[in-house]
């Protein structure tokens, strides 16, 4: 893509960013890791789903019919706020579930050029402006664009469900979670971390809506523009991480 920042920034650093830069970065954003929270135990989950706002307007209800001489009517109220809470329960822990797949699909590894030189990295290690190298079965935990590619071929059915793999270009993205089928290319990291379209997914997830949303919130007005810069060729993102 002809006037890109995150192009124009790879032919500036064809050697990648020195481990001074690299170390700036990681201090000023912190390590690329998905947002995750506590996990509740099981059963605070459940009994949450039973004492809410209106599951309480519910309970008083059923009580109040059985004074009123309606018993069979209050114990009908009393099984809906059960059944409701249950399958409630169910769907937030389907949810949080669902958001630990999302982080198990990262690498734990990316090889990037650091100080002109070809490196394996921890994947956390990973930032705006790293230069990755990717390869034939690597898997990305970045939104990355492309500077080169030849004959890639990336698997994006874990964000976008199409089973067949797209064959990205040079300025085309790369997403986190995205699988490199085969070929070789070199791409910039645009965004990491929750400004990654894969975060956006796994808060949607986490929030408990199974609808996936390609909503991001970037820990950086740089990062954030990055990834919503993808637009419809987003859904072809991916770092080099193993």
């Known amino acids: 893509m002809e006037g890109s920042p995150a192009v124009e920034t790879a032919e500036k650093r064809p050697r990648g960013l020195t481990s001074p830069e690299a170390e700036a970065w990681l201090r000023q954003y ?6 995750s929270k506590k996990p509740r135990p099981a059963w605070r989950q459940c009994a949450a789903q039973m004492v809410h706002f209106f599951a309480l307007m519910l309970w008083v209800a059923g009580a109040l019919a059985i004074l009123a001489g309606m018993p069979q009517f209050g114990l009908a109220i009393f099984v809906v706020i059960i059944l409701n809470g249950v399958f409630a329960f169910v769907q937030e822990y389907r949810a949080e579930r669902a958001h630990e797949k999302l982080r198990d699909l990262l690498p734990r590894r990316a090889m990037v050029l650091r ?30 664009r492309l500077f080169e590619a030849f004959a890639l071929s990336i698997d994006t059915s874990t964000l976008t469900g199409e089973s067949i793999p797209v064959t990205p270009q040079a300025g085309d ?7 490199v089928v085969e070929g070789q290319g070199q ?15 796994a808060q949607t997830a986490q929030a408990g809506h199974p609808s996936c949303s390609g909503a991001s919130h970037g820990a950086c007005d740089r990062q954030d523009a990055g990834a919503t810069a993808a637009g419809p060729s987003s859904a072809r993102s991916h770092c080099v991480l193993r």
């Open 115 to 144: 100080d002109g030189a070809l490196v394996e990295i921890d994947a956390a290690q990973l930032v705006v402006d790293d230069v990755v190298l990717l390869r034939a079965r690597d898997r990305a935990s970045v939104d990355m």
């Open 173 to 179: 993205m790369v997403l986190a979670g995205t699988l």
């Open 187 to 201: 791409a910039i990291v645009i965004a990491t971390r929750r400004a990654t379209r894969l975060a956006g997914i």
């Open 30 to 35: 912190g390590p690329n890791l998905l947002p």
